[in-house]
């Protein structure tokens, strides 16, 4: 059984974390992004934009071979500078891909509720994120 977080607990985690640079935007990949980059927008209130990639199925399998862009970009990102919010970073293959897809923003640092990143809450095992149902 995967132990889980309470939501107090990691809201603590989001209210005490400090961004050091300045963001013109901050890009959610969907779905698992969407929540953590929704709460870090209620501090930063900037634009907030949705990369759809999708690489597993909901189970947390892989899906495909490689992460998958599965709806156009539909935002402009160049020469922006671009906080990139997952939920959980593994492999890293998913963030890659989507600095891959941003290369024409000026900078991108990236942020996870858990794994490594630019800006993490935790970097543990596994756990079930409290807005999982």
Known sequence: MIEGKSFTEVMQRFREIEFRET????V????GGIIPAAIINQRLNIELQLL????RDPSQKPKY?????VAPIGFDFRDKNILLVEDRI?????????IDLL???RQIKTFAVNGKADYSLYDETCFRFPWIV
């Open 23 to 26: 963001f013109d935007m901050i």
């Open 28 to 31: 959610a990949i969907a779905n």
């Open 52 to 55: 759809k990639i999708n690489l």
């Open 65 to 69: 071979d490689t992460p998958k862009l």
């Open 90 to 98: 593994k492999t890293g293959a998913t963030v890659q891909f989507a």
């Open 103 to 105: 290369h024409d923003a």
